[in-house]
């Protein structure tokens, strides 16, 4: 019965979910210098992919959340505590999110698992990593958990961990808890850079139109999907989109050690992103439910050196299952 009781304790002000998820993106600082490697796709597009080496046979493949990349802070932080312990990472930068517009009129969306496959495959084929390690944030995480479940009956054994941090696996309703009233704030930073690089693509795409009037006025994350998202991607409309690209559907399958930690206090998610039947079900699906944390944040001090629960956590779970799998 997979759900872990979590030990995760913040000091009171980290109490607050939206100090705890936007106090690591404000104050938190820290840098990386990448090297980055741009590989060129089968539908003659690019991945940009950050690469953060110190010379280990394990790799960690980090996929950032919505509008992220490689330079989100929470994406640093990991990078820098896993090169730390001693593992290399690689950021995977979602199509048009790596600085540079990709070439295509589609970007990315929750469910695009064939490029999470064409990145793997990619590191399976160019590099000689004894295991490889799949972490995501948000959307990220929502990918890898698709990914996991889907590939479960021809994954690569090479693939002996995923974990997912702070997951809408449910789009439907995490759409619908986004855009409460709690959430005005992020859901408009959210559509702001959505719609900038919507309105990018319409000029370098006239001859696919685009209604622009409808992404400028768009207050919901349903009418960028009605205009943008479905038809590009080939759904029939939001709600199909929902239904094929959430995460929760493929959980049941999945048959490689997967850790997904969601904080009860998120205001990103809905209850039906709280897995505990699935979890409870599985032998391979672990689920860790924790009092406070926020999306993507987990911090539980001011002072920063004290602030690495959750990378801890991560690392906890890679070594644990890595070496369970090689004994």
Same mark, same amino acid.
């Given at each position: 019965?997979?759900?872990?009781? =979590? ?61 992220? =990349? ?41 469910? *695009? ?52 941090? =702070? ?76 239904? *094929?690209?959430? =995460? ?80």
């Amino acid at each position: 019965m997979p759900v872990l009781i =979590s030990d995760f304790s913040p000091s009171f002000p980290f109490k607050n979910a939206h100090l705890n998820t936007i106090y690591r993106s404000v104050f938190t600082k820290e840098s990386n210098n990448y090297s980055r490697k741009r590989i060129t796709t089968w539908d003659n597009d690019f991945i940009d992919l950050d690469f953060s080496l110190v010379g280990s046979k394990i790799l960690v493949l980090l996929i950032h959340g919505l509008e992220g =990349s490689s330079k989100s802070n929470y994406i640093i932080s990991t990078t820098n505590h896993l090169n730390k312990k001693g593992l290399d990472a690689v950021c995977f930068n979602l199509r048009g999110c790596s600085g540079d517009d990709n070439l295509l009129l589609g970007t990315y969306h929750s469910g *695009k698992t064939e490029d999470v496959d064409f990145v793997i495959n990619h590191l399976l084929k160019n590099y000689n990593y004894d295991s490889i390690v799949i972490l995501g944030f948000s959307l990220g995480g929502n990918l890898i958990l698709k990914y996991i479940g889907e590939q479960a009956e021809k994954i690569s054994p090479k693939i002996k961990v995923g974990i997912a941090i =702070s997951v809408p696996i449910d789009i439907a309703t995490g759409e619908l808890e986004l855009e409460k009233f709690k959430n005005k704030i992020y859901l408009n930073r959210f559509l702001k850079s959505m719609k900038t690089k919507i309105l990018e693509k319409s000029e370098k795409f006239p001859e696919l139109y685009i209604d622009k009037e409808k992404i400028s006025k768009a207050t919901r994350f349903k009418h960028l999907e009605s205009v943008y998202t479905a038809p590009v991607f080939g759904f029939k409309n939001p709600e199909d989109y929902w239904a *094929k690209a959430s =995460s929760k559907p493929h959980l049941s399958k999945i048959k490689i050690p997967t850790l997904l930690i969601n904080s009860k206090d998120d205001t990103f998610l809905s209850k039906k992103c709280y897995p505990f039947d699935e979890a409870n079900s599985s032998n391979s699906f672990f689920l860790e439910v924790t009092n406070y944390g926020g999306h993507c944040g987990f911090i539980s001090s001011f002072d920063n050196s004290k602030n690495s629960w959750l990378e801890d956590r991560i690392e906890k779970f890679i070594m644990e299952n890595i070496q369970n799998l090689i004994l």
